[in-house]
């Protein structure tokens, strides 16, 4: 961990606020549920005293979940790289918007920055932040949940290929226990309160 990382991880220790740091994509998807599942869950983490750590944009469904938990008096850390700040307009009206200079970095500070993981719907990038995060724990770099919120069955070709992965040997057959599955927010919340349960949560603004 980089000192920078570090001292994020410091500051979020002594303000006892438990992190979810949320990826989902910049578009908003062909049906309305997407985004009704990303208000949902916004809302939902703010109303638990948690922090909600995301990609900074102020578009798609970045926008609508980081929007909810505004509204719902929630603590909000956007983190998203220079070249996309003007592209996707990152949000001036949130607690922190950190800007990085790579994509890279971003992710970096994202995982520094939060404490447990969700992963709702969303492109590529979406995609790539996920399996970071299964990476990186599976080396043992993090112990954050990782959910995969799988709204109208939108990651399920993703589980099967995991499985096919895991079948091939090219995966143990204990890596099914680095995510858990949802499908639904309040199914998905309950599992991040296990998480959240050795760390005390600030009361929500």
């Known amino acids: 961990m980089t000192l920078e990382a570090g001292a994020l991880a410091n500051r979020a220790a002594s303000e006892h606020r438990f992190s979810v740091g949320v990826f989902c994509g910049s578009r908003f998807g062909n049906d309305p549920a997407y985004e009704n599942v990303a208000r949902e869950l916004g809302r939902a983490i703010a109303t638990h005293g948690w922090g909600l750590v995301y990609g900074g944009g102020n578009v798609g469904l970045m926008g609508v ?48 920055a939060a404490d447990a993981f969700v992963t709702i719907a969303g492109g590529f990038g979406t995609l790539d932040e996920l399996l970071e995060v299964i990476t990186l724990k599976q080396l043992g770099y993090h112990e954050g949940a990782i ?59």
């Open 65 to 112: 979940v980081a929007e909810a938990a505004l509204r719902a008096g929630g603590h909000v850390t956007g983190i998203i790289p220079r070249r996309l700040l003007e592209r996707e307009v990152g949000k001036p009206e949130i607690d922190s918007l950190i800007v990085t200079d790579t994509m890279f970095e971003r992710k970096q500070k994202m995982i520094a």
């Open 147 to 205: 959910m995969i919120l799988d709204t109208l069955g939108i990651w399920q070709s993703l589980l099967q290929t995991f499985d096919d992965l895991i079948g091939r040997n090219f995966a143990a057959p204990d890596a099914v226990s680095l995510w858990q599955v949802a499908s639904d927010v309040e199914s998905c919340v309950a599992l991040l309160r296990q998480g959240a349960s050795g760390q005390p949560a600030a009361p929500a603004p």
